[in-house]
């Protein structure tokens, strides 16, 4: 669960990136966080991962109280979140199966969980011919399910999708949607971060919107998707 | 940790150096250099410290005793020099030797000029050593003082000379390797904070991911101190040679230089332990700790 308490964000620039916002994502929630360059939308998933903190307000991710948290207790709130980024950031001197099992191996996981979860995971987005090869020999599309798996590897609560289909061709960005929607159907909760209207208006679902620093719009649209119910 | 863990951070460890050949080369020569000018200067200042030593150990002075105080005198005034406290050795030297040992210097035109001189115009003398030769003129005065010594013959000017080049060549030795030590420190900051910097994207991704900072920075602990370990090998093996090669040619031409003691030069081999053990610490340690403190600039995320 995510909860933001009258958060506000000002960095030392003096510019006020969130403004009093008040925000609460349910596990197992699915929500589309949209918004202009500049909205806001890349300091909320700082906040999350504690990369910056508040200037005022509470934050509170899965359990953790982010305003009271340690530097050295962050590690164990990052280990419960899984993040997809826009440009992947894979280890390109690791090959797929060793950049999912990577993050089994930080959080000391015995080594018999890993032979046999990574294999499932990669299978999973369905790269399971493509274990040995490295990321520069994979498309973006395939790059983007490699990042996916190592987000999903360690079964977090909370998957954090920072404009995950921003580098891949549009057709691809669907599937990866798709993925997304799969594993929220799992339970996982999934904040996807995009500015493609289109994928929003396809998919449907919670929309929160951020404009200047503020939340405009949070509610539940209907989607294109036939498949959808 | 677990094992399977411990193993696989070594692993990553041992493979970055490959993988970073270029920065892991840069690094081996870096700690190399560092190593030799350190090692180097530190060698030759022992040595240095021994010739001067040597030196110190063969100024003698000598005791002109009065003549004609018989054997019983001349034990108990032995005894009395023994006493003072800077006096290392005391030897009795007969006029009669000293006699002897002057003529077999002289070239045969010399000897002729004295072959008809019945006395013998030498003193009976004592040749003492000094334990500190910085206060042989205190001591050549306390000598002086005893009853039945005549004159002391001390090299004071001498010692004075040497107790000085000493101590320049002290303070400027010290000056030398603590400049260089912090150069290369400097240097080798700078050489492993490149390495980690080439690599801050994958340091990022493991802060994401909830690597802890111990676990980020082990692999580069370990490559660090491996890298130093190797460049610690190759400064032995080139300070071996190289020191080897010099000390041969102090040793093959042993009329010049044992004038000035450098026949007390230590060998290689009665310091090799001692260096291996020296680099070997110095290397890793410097290869370690350099490259994880670099990596700690990037685990602020």
């Given at each position: ?6 958060v506000s964000?000002?960095?030392s ?6 403004n009093?916002v008040?925000?609460?994502i349910n596990?197992?929630?699915?929500a ?54 826009q440009?992947?950031r ?6 797929v ?28 987005v ?10 520069t ?16 590897v ?5 998957i ?13 960005s ?19 971060v995009t500015h ?15 404009n ?6 949070d509610?539940?649209i ?7 119910g | ?26 690094s ?34 000598s ?49 002729d000029l ?12 004592f040749?003492l ?17 005893l009853?039945d010594?005549?004159?002391?013959k ?36 700078n ?21 802890t900072?111990?676990?980020i ?10 890298v130093?370990i190797?460049?610690?090998?190759a ?12 000390y041969n040619?102090?040793k093959?031409?042993m ?11 230590y ?35």
């Amino acid at each position: 669960m995510v909860e933001f308490k009258d958060v506000s964000v000002t960095y030392s620039s003096g510019v006020d990136a969130l403004n009093k916002v008040n925000l609460k994502i349910n596990d197992g929630d699915f929500a589309f966080v949209v918004g202009s360059s500049g909205a806001g939308k890349s300091t909320l998933i700082k906040l999350i991962l504690k990369e910056i903190d508040a200037t005022e307000g509470t934050v509170l991710v899965n359990g953790f109280n982010l305003s009271k948290l340690r530097r050295g207790k962050v590690p164990a709130l990052r280990r419960t979140i899984g993040v997809v980024f826009q440009d992947f950031r894979l280890i390109p001197t690791m090959t797929v199966y060793e950049n999912v099992a990577f993050v089994l191996r930080v959080i000391d996981a015995p080594a018999k969980y890993i032979r046999s979860r990574v294999p499932y995971v990669i299978s999973l987005v369905g790269l399971q011919d493509k274990a040995k090869s490295y990321p520069t020999e994979l498309s973006g599309g395939e790059q983007q399910r490699v990042a996916l798996a190592r987000a999903l590897v360690n079964d977090p609560k909370l998957i954090i999708a920072d404009e995950p289909t921003g580098n891949i061709d549009p057709a691809l960005s669907y599937e990866i949607v798709d993925l997304l929607r799969s594993i929220n159907e799992c339970g996982t909760t999934v904040l996807m971060v995009t500015h493609e209207h289109d994928l929003v208006r396809y998919f449907g679902g919670r929309i929160i919107n951020i404009n200047k620093g503020s939340i405009a719009f949070d509610e539940v649209i209907g989607g294109s998707n036939p498949n959808e119910g | 940790m677990k094992v399977s863990s411990a193993r696989y951070l070594v692993g990553q460890g041992m493979k970055s150096i490959w993988r970073n050949r270029m920065m892991s080369f840069a690094s081996f020569c870096i700690i190399l250099v560092s190593l030799l000018m350190v090692g180097v200067s530190v060698l030759v200042t022992i040595n240095l410290n021994r010739i001067i030593s040597g030196i110190e150990e063969q100024s003698e002075a000598s005791v002109i005793i009065k003549d004609d105080i018989g054997e019983q005198r001349r034990d108990e005034l032995k005894n009395e020099i023994e006493k003072i406290g800077n006096v290392a050795t005391v030897e009795f030297y007969s006029k009669d030797s000293a006699w002897e040992n002057m003529k077999k210097d002289m070239s045969d035109e010399q000897q002729d000029l004295f072959r008809y001189a019945d006395d013998n115009p030498l003193p009976d003398t004592f040749r003492l050593t000094v334990k500190d030769i910085s206060l042989m003129g205190e001591t050549s005065m306390q000598i002086e003082m005893l009853d039945d010594v005549d004159s002391v013959k001390s090299p004071t000017q001498f010692a004075d000379v040497l107790v000085s080049i000493k101590n320049i060549m002290m303070i400027i030795m010290t000056a030398v390797i603590a400049a260089l030590i912090v150069v290369c420190l400097i240097i080798i900051s700078n050489t492993t904070r490149a390495s980690v910097f080439a690599r801050r994207k994958e340091i990022n991704i493991m802060k994401y991911v909830g690597a802890t900072n111990t676990f980020i920075r082990i692999p580069f602990f370990i490559e660090g101190m491996v890298v130093g370990i190797f460049a610690a090998g190759a400064a032995l093996l080139l300070t071996k040679f190289a020191y080897e090669g010099v000390y041969n040619i102090f040793k093959n031409d042993m009329s010049l230089w044992s004038i000035l003691g450098v026949d007390n030069l230590y060998p290689f081999a009665k310091m090799f332990v001692k260096v291996t053990v020296s680099y070997l610490i110095a290397g890793a340690f410097i290869g370690a700790i350099g490259t994880s403190i670099s990596a700690g600039k990037h685990l602020k995320v």
